[in-house]
């Protein structure tokens, strides 16, 4: 096992709980976006769940991982949904990166061009 997940979540809800307190405006609004963006409307909390959890894979938040993984379990996700939501996650890590490559060659050509006269 490369990490224990269910301890990072302990760990990191504490922390949490240290913001809370240290900033607590700004917490209260995310908590606040948190509870609007999970509730049932066209999309179900569980495929809300699974969106988020391939999302922070896609970005590589391990804190976000793991509670949006234990989420994901506790809305009944199967291992199945979580696998096709880690292929989504696989695509849109490397989908970015062609695009914003691709104007990154685009800069340089147009650096180049500029400094040639």
């Not at 224990?4 to 913001?19: C, F, H, K, V």
């Not at 199945?80 to 989504?88: K, Q, R, T």
Request: aromatic share 6%; glycine share 8%.
């Amino acid at each position: 096992m490369h990490k224990n997940w269910p301890q990072m979540t302990g760990e990191l809800s504490r922390a949490i709980r240290d913001l809370r307190g240290g900033a607590p405006e700004v917490m209260k609004a995310f908590s606040g976006m948190a509870q609007a963006t999970l509730t049932a409307n066209a999309l179900d909390t569980r495929t809300k769940e699974l969106i988020a959890l391939a999302s922070a894979e896609a970005i590589r938040c391990d804190g976000c991982v793991a509670f949006h993984a234990e989420a994901a379990m506790k809305q009944e996700a199967s291992r199945e949904e979580v696998m096709e939501a880690m292929g989504m996650a696989v695509y849109m890590g490397a989908g970015p990166s062609v695009m914003h490559a691709a104007q990154a060659v685009e800069a340089f050509d147009q650096f180049t061009e500029k400094a040639a006269g």
